[in-house]
């Protein structure tokens, strides 16, 4: 496995995300029932999270002699994801987590502590840069996904306004049917019940307005392709938009801008990092 895989799969690691997410939801709570598995799954998604940590500082440790930068990085990174995670021993309920967990932190320690001492200050200001890039990469990337979704909702929201005018106008036609069933249907009743010398008339009338209630109705449940696809697709880029606070944070990171701005950066930050952590790692 090369090192910028390796670094995918241990720096940008998904179990990190699900502690996160588990974290998030046991915020949102009503029951009982929902708080013991949001706990629960909370305190799974952590062990996860720690054993995945364990077990890349232990790849990362038999490399010390032959990548001590490469492998400064990689610990120096999953330190930081340890400590930004929140995570205390008083959070595990068993003596043997907690041991774990205790553990797992002397060894991350240990690991960063013996490869930095073999680097040059030179090496060390370039491989601090690198972890902060390292770091902040999950959050470049939930700002590009987030600003191109915020793009394309503006994009699209002139359509969307006449589409769901259309559609809006489609549902008042459907209503004006249904409505207009009832008096029709008195209409055709009138000349069984004696309608006098406008018998043909008042059936003729009762018939049309009939075969004009079921065109609205027809024309009103009517669906537009197109105004489901947009609406499909803009509730999709809904969901990928982050939270105020969220946000914030990403602006005060790195700057309001566009997707394309974004990208610029992760694509900056990953031709810096690809020579550091390359295939001889």
């Known amino acids: 496995m090369s090192g910028w ?4 799969a241990g720096l940008e690691i998904a179990t990190y995300a699900q502690a996160q997410k588990a974290r998030e939801n046991s915020t949102n709570l009503k029951t009982a029932i929902e708080i013991d598995a949001a706990r629960r799954s909370l305190l799974e998604a952590r062990k996860n999270f720690i054993f995945d940590i364990s077990s890349k500082i232990q790849l990362a440790n038999e490399q010390v002699v032959a990548s001590p930068q490469q492998v400064y990085i990689v610990s120096k990174s999953l330190q930081l994801r340890l400590d930004y995670s929140d995570i205390m021993t008083d959070m595990f ?5 907690k041991e774990y967990f205790i553990q797992t932190e002397k060894r991350v320690a240990e690991v960063v ?5 073999k680097l040059t200050q030179e090496q060390i200001d370039v491989s601090e840069k690198a972890v ?7 959050v470049l990337k939930r700002a590009i996904s987030a600003k191109e979704a915020q793009e394309s909702l503006v994009d699209t929201e002139k359509t969307w306004v006449e589409l769901s005018a259309r559609n809006g106008n489609n549902q008042i036609f459907a209503l004006l049917g249904f409505l207009g069933i009832l008096p029709s249907c008195i209409c055709l009743m009138t000349p069984i019940m004696g309608g006098g010398n406008y018998t043909g008339l008042i059936m003729l009338l009762g018939l049309l ?6 065109s609205l109705i027809v024309k009103g449940r009517t ?3 197109q105004y489901t696809t ?3 697709k803009r509730e999709n880029l809904k969901q990928q938009l982050i939270s105020k606070d969220e ?3 990403v602006v005060v990171n790195l700057g309001d801008l566009s997707s394309e701005q974004f990208k610029k950066i992760q694509d900056e930050r990953l031709a810096f990092l690809t020579p550091l952590l390359g295939d001889n790692f």
């Not at 309920?93 to 987590?97: A, I």
């Not at 502590?113 to 001492?117: A, D």
């Open 209 to 214: 307005a009939i075969v004009g209630s079921i």
């Open 132 to 138: 902060q890039y390292i770091i902040e990469m999950p």
């Open 247 to 249: 946000w914030e944070r």
């Open 5 to 8: 895989d390796w670094i995918n």
């Open 113 to 117: 502590k013996k490869s930095k001492e």
């Open 223 to 225: 669906s537009n392709p």
């Open 93 to 97: 309920p068993d003596f043997q987590d």
């Open 230 to 232: 947009l609406k499909s």
